[in-house]
């Protein structure tokens, strides 16, 4: 029931990453300041939004299992979030190396984009230990649907403290009003990146409901024969 | 509802007083750690930036402790059949134990920031009058309604202990960041300086949202 429209989503997210890093890499201008290295931006930054993005979307299911009690909307809520832990490894694994390369350190401490980022990664990497140590099915669902719903309440407080906590700014401020001062080739480029990475965010989601609801129906088949 | 929370209030309480349990236990972890971190400092005399961070630091492992031991009883013993037999609100119990463990933050805090001006804070504690009971009576808020989910999402799992250090660090992260930041000037050496308002702000902020969170969310924790 989650497979239509499998195919042509695939293939979209496809095309569009594929375009996306034909333009970084052939049309969007090198940095002045940072060279080549600047061009991880065009990843990096996607996968943070798209991870903080899924995290809240695990909190909106999660909000939506509270009040339906359906299996569903657990579902959709954990997949969010199991997802969203991936791509943040990758966003922290991508964020040093283009901190490594730029401020010369693997990890800064004062940068409050980073810690909170942290921060937020080491919170939802409880969430399967949590849920998974939980043994009645509906108690595990609405527990871990708490859990999404206050984890997804802590992000942007998380982030305002954290900045608030230092005052100097190294990290650039990509979504600001103006869009970063960047110039519009480079902004055209990451737009396109992060709507590549979106609907690569939304056909492994799918991919991976799709797998689990055609297990669950497998196994009450195999219990209806037995 | 008043009464329903009056009610487990004074059961805990009693049950407190009798077994003695969470505050002697939390107040001894607190020495311990004060003892610890003279040591592995290796300082006599702490001030400013450094005498917060040992303090909000012993001060959030010290409540894990308190944290861990909320519902314990409630589950070993039955509380929770009970009190889902009670014809009264769910949020009473989220209150009351809310609100115990603000009590027992407050007990604790009392014993040991004073054992803390004795063994290793260098300035006066009385410069950092009235702002430290402030800023610790909006931390222990936070602390009091976020350590009542924590502790009632995690009691009915299978590793509770590991489950509340785990999920309770990283959410109590921001009121250590501006209970540190807070504190700081405090226990400046030399005379407290001006407490500064953005990080009550970020307190009170913090409660006020958690408290609404677990407001609507703490029935379904009960929920069986």
């Not at chain 1, 964020?95 to 980073?114: F, H, N, Q, R």
């Not at chain 2, 995690?154 to 959410?171: E, F, G, S, Y």
């Not at chain 2, 405090?186 to 500064?196: D, I, K, Q, V």
Request: hydrophobic residues 60%; aromatic residues 12%; charged residues 15%.
């Amino acid at each position: 029931m989650y497979g239509r429209g499998l195919k042509p989503l695939s293939i979209a997210s496809v095309a569009a990453l594929v375009g996306a890093f034909a333009l970084v890499f052939f049309y969007a201008p090198e940095d002045v300041d940072q060279g080549f290295i600047q061009k991880i931006f065009y990843l990096h930054v996607p996968l943070a939004l798209v991870a903080l993005g899924g995290f809240v979307t695990g909190g909106v299911y999660g909000v939506k299992h509270l009040r339906s009690g359906s299996r569903e909307h657990d579902m959709k809520s954990y997949v969010a979030i199991h997802l969203s832990i991936i791509l943040g490894v990758a966003t922290l694994a991508t964020g040093m190396i283009w901190a490594k390369a730029s401020w010369g350190a693997w990890w800064v401490w004062d940068e409050p984009t980073l810690v909170a980022f942290l921060i937020v990664f080491l919170l939802y990497a409880c969430y399967q230990p949590l849920r998974f140590a939980i043994e009645d099915p509906d108690r595990q669902m609405r527990y871990a649907a708490v859990f999404a719903v206050i984890a997804g309440a802590f992000v942007p407080i998380c982030f305002m403290s954290v900045r608030f906590a230092q005052a100097a700014l190294v990290h650039p401020r990509v979504l600001d009003q103006t869009g970063g001062g960047m110039p519009g080739s480079m902004f055209f480029t990451f737009l396109v990146a992060l709507a590549g990475m979106t609907l690569l965010f939304v056909t492994l989601w799918k991919f991976e409901l799709s797998s689990k609801s055609a297990r669950m129906q497998l196994a009450a088949l195999r219990r209806r024969l037995s | 509802m008043t009464r329903a929370v009056a009610a487990l209030l004074r059961k805990d309480l009693q049950l407190e007083l009798r077994t003695r349990e969470s505050v002697p236990a939390m107040v001894l972890f607190s020495v311990s750690t004060f003892v610890l971190f003279r040591f592995a400092l290796d300082r006599e005399r702490l001030e400013g930036d450094l005498a917060a961070g040992v303090l909000w630091v012993t001060l959030l492992f010290a409540s894990v402790l308190g944290i861990n031991r909320l519902f314990v009883t409630e589950r070993e013993q039955g509380g929770f059949d009970a009190f889902l037999l009670a014809p009264v609100d769910r949020t009473a119990m989220f209150v009351a134990k809310a609100l115990l463990l603000f009590g027992f933050l407050s007990a604790v805090e009392l014993v040991a920031v004073s054992v803390y001006s004795v063994l290793l804070l260098g300035p006066s504690p009385f410069q950092a009058f009235p702002g430290l009971p402030l800023v610790l009576a909006l931390a222990n808020a936070g602390v009091a309604v976020v350590g009542t989910l924590v502790g009632a999402l995690a009691v009915q799992t299978r590793a509770r202990d590991l489950i509340v250090p785990l999920l309770a660090l990283p959410l109590l992260l921001p009121i250590v960041i501006a209970g540190a930041e807070a504190t700081a000037p405090l226990l400046a050496e030399g005379g407290a300086e001006a407490l500064p308002g953005r990080w009550l702000a970020i307190l009170g902020l913090y409660d006020v949202v958690f408290g609404l969170i677990a407001y609507a969310v703490f029935d379904f924790l009960l929920e069986d």
